[in-house]
């Protein structure tokens, strides 16, 4: 038996959403697409959704949209995938590290707020394992300090942020439909926003920087605007689109996702129930605020043994993982200016933090198994 941390939930509806599209007219670029879309954006209570390639592309072109240029500095956590820093590079800006919390282990309000310079032009606050951050602190310094806020939501769909769903709180949020994440399209994200500015900006880096929508058109003289095969490159943008076939299988997900939420909740009560007592282990605290969408269960063990304890687990067949090292501490920052970083709750937490597997269609034994073996090795 082998248990890892994350899979995708498929069954025979989802295929058959994808099979109905391979016999359609569309493959990519159809009307499955802003169906997802809408679907995404009713859930969360957005107005307004744009479906992309992937969760990076996502914060890309949000990055984009949001006029992150060389000079600016944008805010994040340390203690998140690349990514999360990667799309403010990826503009030219620099990307600047808060601490995190201890208990929760997201971004903290009071870190974002020290780093803050004349040269901060927004704020990436991580969902980190599907727990949303303290979003109205956040808010509070952003408009402050006039910043734009990005959501990273990539592990957060169906969380919820004192009664409201994660999506609809920021200038924008951004979602990831990775195989391992709450809901898949096999790779696909998307961006949502209340702001129809940026909504068209969105659309618009996500295509080349093309329309040929009529009312962004520039070039009013030329004679063959007025052909439907007429189109304008406005900026430089992307091939960031998503297909059909995605789209498909991402509205046969959502349909299921409360779902989903609701199995991933109760093992995460198990784990919480069963570990409550173990030597040496730290469970996930949750915050009274947030509804976790819990992405990820995380524990802390003794950082003199995480290895050992790592290792055991991999051998008796549990896929555990270690969700991550701080991003300033991977090679690629370290020789681009990042040397000196040092957020000594994120370094804290990486020493001591493991993964444990949890997923849609992970049963209540294998939690029981899980916790097992673990408390062999810890007690």
Sequence with gaps: MYIPYGRQSIDDDDINAVVDVLRSDYLTTGPKVSEFEKCVADYVGAKYAVAVSNGTAALHVACLAAGIKEG???????????????C????????????????????DPEDIERKITDKTKAII??????????MDAIHEIARKHNLIVIEDGA????????????????????????????VTTGEGGMIMTDNKELYDRL??????????????????????????????QLELGFNYRITDIQCALGISQMKKLDGFAEHRRKLAALYDKLLANCDNVVIPYQHPDCLSSYHLYMIKVPAD???????????????????????YKLPYYQKHGF????????EEFYSRAITLPLYADMTEEQVEYVVKILKEICN
């Design 72 to 86: 600016d500095e944008v805010i994040t956590s340390p203690i998140t995938f690349a990514a999360s820093a990667n």
């Design 88 to 107: 403010v590079l990826y503009c030219g800006g620099t990307p600047v590290f808060a601490d995190i919390k201890k208990d929760t282990y997201n971004i």
């Design 125 to 134: 606050p991580v969902h980190y394992t599907g727990q949303p951050c303290e």
């Design 155 to 182: 592990q957060v769909i169906s969380g919820e942020y004192k009664g409201r769903k994660v999506g609809a709180l920021s200038d924008m949020t951004t979602f990831s439909f990775h195989p391992v994440k709450p």
């Design 203 to 232: 659309k618009l880096f996500r295509t080349h920087g093309i329309t040929r929508e009529d009312e962004y058109l520039e070039n009013k003289s030329m004679p063959v605007n007025d052909g439907a095969w007429y189109y304008e």
């Design 305 to 327: 043994r995480r290895k050992e304890i790592f290792d055991i687990l991999r051998k008796a067949g549990i896929g555990v993982n270690v969700h991550y090292i701080p991003v």
């Design 339 to 346: 040397k000196d970083v040092c957020c000594p709750n994120a």
